[in-house]
């Protein structure tokens, strides 16, 4: 497998996580404005909408952007302890087996995520991430980055590499920032690609079982 570098994202794509997220908004939604928030409304009316914006619209723009803040910090709280408690919480089928083939043969990998601090170092306590990952080398929402095409030329940088990169991604805007960036995106299946004909995906996959034997077969 001849790859300079590997980079994923996480939410979606290593973890499987929407349904914690849906139930962390929920709670807010029902404390808030008395209506529950099922993954049709989050997909059809809030999705990509950052938890500030996704706040102030479900609102209707009649809270201050402190209290929308206050509200998104919850938010992440909350849906860090659903993580907690859940028994199922794991790294999506066949991540860590990948990640020690990765670390076995020298190619340097790392995570650039548009999840916030508090996220990345539950992430790596949670899933023992450091074990592969340098915690130094990931990428996450620290406010410097205007879109995730400049978090994956950081993530780049960060790994010292260039060109022959693979993605892997579960988001539209994810896909195409990756695309922007000059990598292979590899996909991994979701409501949000489903939509869009990408013909410049490398791959499109469910999870990460066979995934050595699936890269083999790639054109470089």
Wanted: aromatic share 12%; net charge negative; hydrophobic share 40%.
């Amino acid at each position: 497998m001849h790859y300079n570098g590997i980079i994923f994202d996480f939410n979606g794509t290593l973890f499987f996580d929407t349904d914690l997220h849906i139930q962390a908004w929920d709670t807010i939604a029902m404390r808030v404005v008395g209506e529950h928030m099922t993954k049709e409304t989050l997909v059809q009316k809030y999705w990509g909408l950052a938890n500030v914006d996704l706040i102030q619209r479900m609102t209707n723009n009649t809270l201050s952007t402190e209290e929308c803040e206050r509200l998104s910090a919850e938010k992440e709280a909350l849906y860090r302890q659903y993580v907690k408690n859940d028994p199922n919480a794991e790294l999506a089928p066949g991540v860590i087996e990948f990640f020690n083939y990765l670390k076995q043969h020298n190619i340097p990998f790392t995570i650039a995520s548009a999840s916030i601090k508090e996220n990345i170092d539950f992430y790596v306590s949670q899933f023992n991430l450091d074990q592969w990952v340098d915690p130094k080398t990931i990428v996450y929402d620290d406010g410097t980055y205007n879109s995730k095409y400049e978090m994956y030329l950081e993530a780049m940088k960060r790994l010292h590499v260039s060109d022959h990169v693979i993605v892997f991604e579960d988001s539209i805007n994810g896909v195409l920032a990756a695309k922007k960036a000059n990598a292979k995106v590899i996909a991994i299946s979701s409501d949000s690609l489903e939509a869009h004909d990408l013909p410049f995906l490398s791959a499109t996959i469910n999870d990460f079982q066979g995934i050595v034997e699936l890269l083999e077969t790639l054109p470089e």
